[in-house]
């Protein structure tokens, strides 16, 4: 039998003995133990504002809550379980009772990677672990070869896209149990494929996080953010809860990765920062055995955290999700340039280059849609690996008022070649569940709160879009989808019956092609693949070269401001064509590309 467990100085373990509880809480002067059915048995205070009971008769059939100072009664901050949602009682639970099938997986290497972004609760019908599991047999014929979850940790309501969790240790109940998690992620490792979550330290959603009453030092009141008063990285007990977070999924849950939400959103003095003691923390745990890699979400493009030794092994994260690139694709395809594609539009092509080659487009340049403020850091001589790529995120179609796709907002001709752009380059791609098939639905913000702050959600969400154009009317506000509503999330749920229907079936039949071409002829170089150089030599045309040991991978990429401009002749390569959409005469018309393989040396 293998069994797989984190242990943690904090929340409900199962021990000799009975069951040990254990909280932090400073603030608080008397802590009870709630077992339901059973009187309220008192915690032993301890040194550092810690409390502690162990309980013979407890067991991981147990339900429990904390009473705080006589009145307030909260859910364990640590809980593993909590069936009847973040503001009921916790369950104890056993991480040695599910015997993992997986013991021989030992994870991809990150040259490897093709990322499949999904969203548990509206990928099918059922918005299940369990149902998730009877589609992994089409994300591996797909192409793909790892799984990215959008947050699980427990949330408020039955319905959320995950960054508002205030339980970080509890899969949504909505979901299913942590049982069938682990089943999820077994059923995914028996067919080969990496499983990567979603996790946000940045922040604790708006309902159900009590952490405020008793634990008061867990936020520094003088800073704050979006959601609140931030998270003081400076406590030792705070900076642990987070580590012990991302251990806890990778041990105990078996993840092969961690994608950090927003950490620019973190303020942390101390040296190491969390990111790199979190990164450290891997290295030193799970990372020893196996392949562990950390992504990144960061708006400030801190190239240093992407840094490789002397042997390309990361020295803090393997990967940060590139933004750049996609909004320079965006404004390719789309034209906008609306908020932050404003950064974008005067040479959008130029920056989908310097993005294919060198990661950030914004490498310490001034940013308009910041100010005039400098954002990034130099970026050209990291690896591709460094990066991941996509045309469409979970952020990218969500936060647009109607959630609309790419597909709905571009020419396929113009879908198809930025697509090929993306697929075959060298860093690894990312695609949005249902992107494959160019999807019809569309994939809206939705939550599920109590009334008084479903309003405040829904009138600050117009409020926010009423700054562009579009919505500066109050009646084309009023369109814009309540995130509350039932309907809301329904029309995103991904229907699976479009992929046997045109067009949807050729969309399909197109990606499957691309991966498949990207799995027999360029993972093979992505080991010793080098950053690119990129150069514009005619008006549309794109050129990238990208070293990689003895070979060059070479894309050529034809994509006008105009679309009638007329073909372009390019010099033949001197290696193998192995990817082309040129006309037959060899010129590249607009929106066509050609990748090529040729010997480096020649």
């Known amino acids: 039998m293998t069994t797989r467990t984190h242990a943690m100085p904090f929340g409900a373990t199962p021990a000799e003995g009975g069951v040990r509880f254990r909280l932090w809480a400073p603030s608080a002067w008397r802590v009870d133990l709630l077992l339901l059915e059973a009187e309220a048995l008192p915690m032993q205070p301890l040194a550092g504002g810690w409390y502690e009971a162990t309980i013979a008769q407890a067991d991981a059939r147990t339900r429990y809550a904390y009473r705080i100072d006589g009145r307030l009664i909260v859910p364990d901050p640590a809980s593993r379980c909590n069936p009847d949602g973040v503001h009921g009682p916790s369950l104890v639970t056993d991480p040695h009772a599910f015997d993992w099938p997986d013991a021989n997986w030992r994870g991809r290497p990150w040259h490897e990677a093709v990322i499949y972004e999904l969203h548990v609760g509206s990928f099918t019908p059922q918005g299940t672990f369990a149902a998730a599991i009877e589609r992994l047999d089409d994300l591996a014929a797909l192409g793909v070869t790892a799984i990215e979850l959008m947050p699980v940790a427990a949330f408020p309501g039955r319905r959320n896209w995950g960054y508002d969790g205030v339980l970080p240790f509890a899969p949504a109940a909505a979901y299913g149990t942590p049982e069938a998690l682990k089943r999820f992620v077994a059923a995914a490792h028996a067919r080969g494929l990496m499983v990567l979550l979603d996790v946000v330290y940045n922040h604790f959603g708006p309902d159900g996080n009590y952490l405020h009453a008793y634990a008061q030092p867990f936020f520094d009141r003088t800073r704050h953010t979006p959601w609140g008063a931030a998270i003081d990285f400076g406590v030792d007990v705070v900076r642990a809860f987070f580590v012990h977070n991302a251990l806890y999924w990778l041990e105990e849950f078996h993840f092969d990765g961690l994608r950090l939400d927003a950490v620019h959103a973190i303020e942390d003095a101390r040296r190491p920062d969390i990111v790199e003691e979190i990164a450290q923390a891997i290295r030193a745990g799970p990372g020893r055995a196996r392949h562990v890699h950390l992504i990144l979400e960061n708006d400030r493009n801190e190239a240093h955290y992407l840094a490789r030794d002397a042997d390309r092994r990361p020295l803090c994260a393997t990967a940060q999700w590139n933004d750049d690139l996609h909004h320079a694709a965006h404004v390719l395809a789309t034209g906008e340039t609306d908020g932050y594609y404003v950064d974008y539009a005067d040479d959008p092509l130029a920056d989908f280059g310097r993005a294919l080659a060198e990661g950030f487009v914004y490498q310490g340049e ?46 396929p001709e113009k879908l198809r070649a930025l697509a090929a752009c993306v697929l075959l380059a060298p860093a690894p791609p990312l695609l949005f569940m249902g992107e494959e098939w160019g999807a019809g ?106 070293p990689s040991g003895g070979a060059r991978l070479q894309l050529d990429a034809y994509l006008p401001a105009d679309d009638k401009a007329a073909a372009v002749a390019v010099p033949l390569p001197a290696g193998e064509v192995i990817h082309s959409t040129a006309r037959e005469d060899g010129k590249l018309a607009p929106w066509t590309v050609r990748w090529s393989l040729e010997d480096a040396h020649g």
């Not at 940013?367 to 990291?382: N, Y």
């Not at 109050?474 to 309907?487: F, H, L, S």
């Open 366 to 411: 001034p940013s308009g849609f910041r100010g005039g403020r400098p954002r990034g850091e130099p970026s050209a001589h990291l690896p591709p690996a460094a990066f991941v790529n996509f045309l469409q995120t979970h952020d990218q179609v969500g936060n647009r008022a109607f959630g609309e796709r790419l597909v709905a907002l571009t020419d």
């Open 441 to 546: 639905t569309p994939f809206l913000f939705f939550c599920d709160f109590g009334a008084d702050l479903a309003e405040a959600v829904r009138n600050g969400r117009r409020a926010e879009f009423g700054r562009m154009a579009a919505f500066a009317d109050a009646a084309a506000r009023e369109r814009i989808p309540d995130p509350n509503a039932v309907d809301t999330f329904a029309a995103s749920r991904l229907d699976w019956s479009e992929r046997e229907r045109a067009p949807h079936a050729q969309w399909l039949t197109f990606y499957r092609e691309l991966l498949a071409l990207r799995r027999q002829r360029i993972v093979p170089l992505l080991a010793q693949a080098g950053a690119g150089r990129f150069e514009i030599a005619t008006p549309g045309l794109l050129h990238v070269a990208w």
